[in-house]
């Protein structure tokens, strides 16, 4: 970290800074974030109805056979499972209409087998010449409605260019049935932000856009919502984060509801909270606090 030095601790604490330390910060900034502008954000919400999707993390599945665990930031939820041993396969049950798998690929990895409800199966091939965390490595066809069980098997094969027979496990992706529920999503560079925010464009944000909301006490962003009928919804934030965590003050309708942990992130990952909500308009509030420097929100999505 290039401005570690002169009064920003060891966690890139941005409290009590000196002009020099703001000189510095300054130019991290616009190194961080070179297509950056800040400008006066749209405050008209502008809800985008998507499918809705279930993620399930390999912590869930059911496994047979040998495997291992593994720690990475980069992984979905910071692990993953994976087998280089005979017989191994992990399942998992699901009441969908369409299933994507999601694992790490690398140059040492290999050809799995996934099958769905026990059918022929499809070779997976989990190589790349480099790793690459997160990659979907295999979607479904649109299955019939109703209860199915994915089947994932270690094959003891490869591509000729691998150099090992690794299969692994991070998360599925889960789509709901058609019509079975709604999701909404507001984009943060849409949202009302105060203090210091700059808004930039990133190539895999939603919207093509993201904030980065500077932790200073008058930084914070409200989205207004419906809340359709009222009660009780899913609200996943999407957001990225460098540092090892940070919290937000999250109200809801100018109420304080908690602290929102956000872990460490280096690709755009998700931490969900439960929301009641009124019908209608109301607002959701993430307020910055103390802690280390700017975390990127990219969106929320409601689910009822
Ligand atoms: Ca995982
Ligand atoms: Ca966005």
Known sequence: MAWTSNGV???????????????????????????????TPTPTPTPTPSDDVTVVNDTDFSYTGTWETASDPDFYNGDEHYTYTSGAY????????????????????????????????????????????????WSSDTLSEGTHTIRASYTGRKNSSSTGYVITADKLEIYSSSGSSTTYTYEAEEGALTGSYTIYDKADASGGKTVAL?????????????????????????????????????YVNSNFVKEVSFTQASDFTTVTETVNLNSDSNTIK???NAGPASLDIDCITLTE
């Open 214 to 250: 500077w932790d200073d006490s008058s930084s914070s962003i409200t989205f207004t919502v419906d809340g359709g009928t009222g009660g009780s919804k899913n609200m996943d934030i999407r957001y990225l984060y460098t540092y090892d965590s940070t919290v937000r003050k999250f």
């Open 9 to 39: 601790d060891s966690n890139g604490d941005l409290d009590d800074l000196g002009p020099a330390t703001r000189y510095i910060r300054d130019n991290h900034y616009d190194l961080v974030y070179p297509s950056g502008s800040s400008s």
């Open 286 to 288: 993430l307020q910055a």
């Open 90 to 137: 992990y399942e998992y049950t699901f009441n969908s209409t369409k299933v994507d798998v999601y694992g790490t690929n690398d140059a040492h990895h290999g050809i799995a087998e996934i099958s769905i409800d026990g059918g022929t199966p499809v070779d997976v091939d989990f190589y790349n010449s480099s790793r690459q965390e997160q990659t979907l490595v």
